[in-house]
């Protein structure tokens, strides 16, 4: 028994405080006390899968293993990767409505999904992009999709997903969208070949340095923020307006919100920000707020 724990199995509050300051010095993800019951059924299930005996040994397993899956498939455990087709709706409306209108005239078009996930919220941008501009105009169009987890980038990349995940979206769309499943797989969707090769799938570590990419017209980055405490939301939403154009727009999640940080973003609609700067008349803006 290590004499971290109280009993083979359990999580102590050394074990705890481990795993809580490797989640936040690595990712910025930010676990208070009151998640320690939470922490102890994900990672008790990725111990059990190791056929490691203690919270102590799994720990050792992640931070000695130099390839760093450890560590990438511990993250994975300990945050939420729900998401679907259209999620937060409001979001690609703007996007049609105000975004691509301003971008039409550009020989190229350069988005972000800076969480992408499994995919689905870049493919919904490239679905978005495809009904504004038509199909002629893809060419010109690359959406860099990037997270931290090699695994939901491995699903992404594939681009199957089960039907449950294009709920809201209509029969016509669909078809314009994706390819369905025969046989087994006819509870399964494809995306269409002229959309995967417009995305650009890679790991990034939004901690880290990004100034390797950019800058973009808009930026999404949702339901990442409420991982972290105000100090890193305060680092990576600078970060994040580092890489924006001036007049380019951030999307985070409904459930998040600038409030309170210090960062030189403009409050459009809910979970909408545009980047300004002193010198920068309303009129350079992407588009019209509405």
Not at 102 to 107: E, H, S
Not at 113 to 135: H, K, N, Q, T, V
Request: charged share 25%; aromatic share 10%; hydrophobic share 40%.
């Amino acid at each position: 028994m290590s004499e971290s724990s109280t009993e083979a199995g359990s999580l102590s509050s050394r074990d705890f405080d481990q795993f809580r300051s490797l989640a936040h010095q690595k990712f910025g993800l930010d676990l208070p006390d009151g998640k320690q019951q939470l922490v102890a059924a994900r990672l008790g299930k990725k111990m059990r899968e190791l056929n490691l005996t203690s919270f102590h040994a799994y720990y050792q397993h992640v931070v000695e293993d130099r390839t760093g899956d450890a560590l990438i498939a511990m993250i994975d455990a300990l945050t939420t990767n729900h998401t679907s087709f259209f999620r937060e709706a409001a979001h690609f409306d703007f996007l049609r409505r105000t975004v691509v209108p301003a971008l039409r005239g550009r020989a190229t078009i350069n988005l972000w999904s800076a969480a992408c996930s499994s995919g689905e919220e870049p493919y919904s941008i490239a679905f978005s992009l495809f009904d504004e501009l038509g199909p002629e105009t893809l060419a010109k169009v690359r959406i860099l999709a990037t997270d931290i987890s090699t695994r939901v980038l491995g699903l992404a990349q594939a681009a199957v997903y089960p039907a449950e995940r294009f709920r809201g979206v209509g029969p016509d769309q669909l078809r314009k969208y994706v390819l369905k499943g025969e046989g087994k797989h006819r509870d399964n969707f494809m995306v269409k070949r002229q959309f995967r090769d417009i995305v650009e799938f890679r790991r990034l570590n939004l901690m880290e340095e990004i100034s390797q990419v950019g800058p973009f017209p808009a930026i999404f980055c949702r339901n990442v923020m409420i991982y972290f405490d105000r100090v890193t939301q305060q680092e990576l939403v600078n970060r994040l307006a580092n890489r924006l154009e001036p007049g380019g727009y951030l999307f985070i999640g409904h459930a998040e919100s600038l409030g309170g940080l210090d960062q030189p973003l403009e409050y459009v609609q809910p979970a909408v920000y545009m980047k300004t700067s002193e010198d920068m008349p309303k009129s350079t803006r992407l588009g019209v707020r509405k």
